[in-house]
């Protein structure tokens, strides 16, 4: 397994994707704000999965995160917004499975060092 974050053009398409999920979490939480009391927590979760989508921290798990919510609307919604939940949770989708990129707090607080791991690998410390 080789862990890294991409720079580059493919870092910078990251953030760009990381953008378009980050823009797609408002409207996709509307849907979720039926219920009287869930407009202002709907509106938080939003702000929160965003912000955290743009600056690249957790992402992996924010972006899961929003694409359950995304599914979570396919079944509170009418069919107009179908299209446009399915686009949202796929780009999410890609975030989870590629990560954040070079352009992230992930990055900058894990390192972007390569490291494999394997039985016999130096990065694994001496047997005992």
Not at 11 to 36: D, F, K, M, N, Q
Not at 99 to 117: E, K, M, T
Request: glycine content about 10%; aromatic content about 6%; charged content about 15%.
């Amino acid at each position: 397994m080789v862990l890294r974050y991409p720079d580059g053009s493919a870092g910078l398409a990251l953030l760009l994707l990381r953008t378009s999920c980050a823009l797609s979490a408002c409207p996709a939480l509307v849907y979720l704000r039926r219920a009287p009391g869930a407009a202002n927590a709907a509106t938080i979760i939003a702000a929160i999965i965003a912000l955290a989508l743009v600056v690249g921290f957790g992402t992996r798990m924010v972006a899961l995160l929003l694409v359950a919510l995304l599914v979570a609307d396919l079944f509170a919604t009418d069919c107009k917004q179908v299209h446009f939940l399915l686009t949202s949770a796929g780009g999410a989708g890609a975030v989870v499975l590629l990560g954040a990129g070079a352009y992230s707090l992930d990055c900058r607080w894990h390192g972007r060092r390569v490291i494999r791991l394997g039985l016999r690998s130096s990065d694994r410390g001496t047997p005992h």
